[in-house]
């Protein structure tokens, strides 16, 4: 089985800017989490998708969105990006029928830097 | 506010002997905790877990141990090896929705061979 693929895997943008980054979960995995993982906060919940709908929702400004396909693959947004955007962000699939019975996959995360 | 934390950030082992993590977490109802490494340049990969029904649970050189009381979880790695050496992070299920799994900041595990 593949693991969880993230396109691409190193993003340099600047200020301003925006970005889109890609998941495609294992197969048959239904739920989709982000995550933003940097050295100063560890790993901060972003969201989670399951089924075309985003079902939970992190601290985090309207700037980051995302949205999930019919096939479970999902895609992430950040819009009017900050310095503070920088980040590896991670995605995590697993099958979705609630946390307190799964564990994550995750993939190799996309690195952000913003300039 | 409640968190998961880890007591040491970094930990320098010889190759061979046993290493042990520890993890403190502060919410007594949360009832399933794992534990996952992250290799440089990779995400976090899940290496063991345990409910909060248990003690203890055994895989293949690793141990983990929940000690409910003090609400504290440790992993331990036996004999061990240079490819042991990452960020080990442990995280807490709070709850069914995904947004209550809460990852402690990490330690980092350094082999010395």
């Known amino acids: 089985k593949a693991g969880v693929t993230q396109t691409p895997r190193y993003l340099i943008k600047t200020r301003g800017q925006q970005v889109t980054l890609s998941c495609s979960p294992i197969?048959?995995?239904?739920?989709v989490s982000w995550y933003q993982q940097t050295p100063g906060q560890g790993l901060q919940f972003l969201f989670e998708?399951?089924?075309?709908?985003?079902?939970n929702k992190g601290n985090f400004p309207g700037r980051f969105s995302g949205r999930q396909f019919s096939n479970s693959r999902s895609e992430m947004n950040v819009s009017t990006l900050e310095l503070g955007d920088s980040a590896l962000y991670l995605c995590?699939?697993?099958?979705?029928?609630?946390?307190?019975?799964?564990?994550?996959?995750f993939g190799s995360g996309t690195q952000l830097s913003v300039l | 506010g409640e968190s998961v934390g880890l007591h040491l950030p970094t930990l320098s082992v010889q190759e061979g002997d046993n290493s042990i993590i520890n993890c403190a977490y502060s919410?007594?109802?949360?009832?399933?905790f794992i534990w996952y490494k992250q290799e440089s340049g990779k995400g976090p990969q899940f290496i063991i877990d345990?409910?909060?029904?248990?003690d203890k649970r055994q895989g293949q050189r690793v141990t983990v141990l929940l000690n409910k009381t003090v609400k504290h979880l440790s992993l331990q790695i036996a004999a061990t090896q240079p490819g042991d050496s990452a960020v080990y992070f442990c995280?807490?299920?709070?709850?069914?929705?995904?947004?209550?799994?809460?990852f402690g900041p990490g330690t980092s595990l350094s082999v010395i061979p």
């Open positions: 995590a699939s697993s099958p979705g029928q609630g946390a307190t019975n799964e564990k994550l996959f």
């Open positions: 197969s048959g995995h239904r739920s």
């Open positions: 998708y399951f089924s075309e709908t985003q079902r």
């Open positions: 919410n007594s109802a949360s009832d399933y």
């Open positions: 345990i409910r909060s029904n248990m």
């Open positions: 995280a807490e299920n709070r709850g069914t929705s995904y947004d209550k799994v809460i």
